[in-house]
């Protein structure tokens, strides 16, 4: 499967941004989603995760109650809206797909399929 993120750009700080990640090659229908950020020098983060449903989302500390994560099945899309943004969201954005461990499973290691980034910049 390959995944292309899109829907990032420059934001002020307490802004929104909606991104988008399509698939294509294979549906993605039956997997569990996930949403990293990496900034630069650091390295690159969980963000949030959505099983194949749509029922069950998780969140890292840093987002929760700020961003949600979303899927359309039927467009083979994942979305993640971001509100309420802070310089410190400032990172490329990449979706992948989960290809192993438990659920929520935060480590980067169990997704694959790392399609290019898209850059969120948050201005104060």
């Known amino acids: 499967v390959q995944l292309q993120a899109s829907g990032g750009g420059s934001v002020q700080a307490g802004g929104s941004l909606k991104l988008s990640c399509a698939a294509s090659g294979r549906t993605i229908r039956f997997s569990v989603m996930g949403w990293f950020r990496q900034a630069p020098g650091k390295e690159r983060e969980f963000v949030a995760a959505?099983?194949?449903?749509?029922?069950?989302?998780y969140y890292a500390d840093s987002v929760k109650g700020r961003f949600t994560i979303s899927r359309d099945n039927a467009k083979n899309t994942v979305y993640l809206q971001m509100n309420t943004l802070k310089p410190e969201d400032t990172a490329v954005y990449f979706c992948?797909?989960?290809?192993?461990?438990?659920?929520?499973?935060?480590?980067?290691?169990?997704?694959?399929?790392w399609g290019q980034g898209t850059q969120v910049t948050v201005s104060s």
């Open positions: 992948a797909v989960k290809n192993g461990g438990s659920w929520p499973g935060m480590s980067s290691a169990d997704f694959g399929s």
């Open positions: 959505i099983k194949w449903d749509g029922s069950t989302t």
